[in-house]
């Protein structure tokens, strides 16, 4: 299962001002600012329900500055495009039509390359996960049900 994912540097980028932000570590130390761009990063039902965005603030933990360094880095160096032809399982790819940080069109490029595939796009943001996990659940056990048979 793919979840609100690209392939790497090839991907699509989100609007630099959007990334900026995800990219500041800031956003780990200070939850204040956290509260400020949430809905602007995150975007669905961040955009709508504040108590979401107080929620994620406050449990945020921050990483180290090297670890969160190497994570940023990890992303401008890999990317998995040469071999996705090659997955032979069937493979769900989850994305919301409201990312701003990882824009669909990503997960329909995943799901073109991958062959056993299939999309499935949620009216929400990048963090539906958190924000309707039910949904989310049965989406994925309707995946794992077909899949078994």
């Given at each position: 299962m793919l979840v609100s994912t690209s392939s790497g540097w090839t991907m699509i980028p989100?609007?630099?001002a959007v990334l900026s932000k995800m990219s500041s570590i800031k956003r780990y130390t200070d939850k204040g600012?956290?509260?400020s761009i949430a809905a602007e990063i995150y975007?669905?039902?961040f955009r709508r329900d504040d108590t979401l965005i107080n929620a994620h603030a406050a449990g945020m933990?921050?990483?180290?500055?090297?670890?969160?360094?190497m994570q940023l880095l990890a992303m401008t160096g890999w990317t998995s495009v040469p071999w996705l032809w090659m997955l032979k399982?069937?493979?769900?790819?989850i994305s919301g039509t409201d990312d701003?940080?990882?824009?669909?069109?990503?997960?329909?490029?995943?799901a073109h390359l991958i062959p056993k595939s299939?999309?499935?796009?949620?009216?929400?943001g990048h963090l539906f996960v958190v924000t309707d996990p039910k949904s989310t659940a049965k989406m994925v056990e309707a995946f794992l049900d077909e899949e078994a048979d």
């Open positions: 989100g609007k630099p600012y956290m509260r975007g669905g039902a933990k921050p990483s180290s500055n090297a670890g969160y360094m399982q069937p493979t769900l790819i701003p940080l990882i824009p669909v069109a990503n997960a329909r490029l995943l299939r999309l499935e796009l949620v009216d929400d």
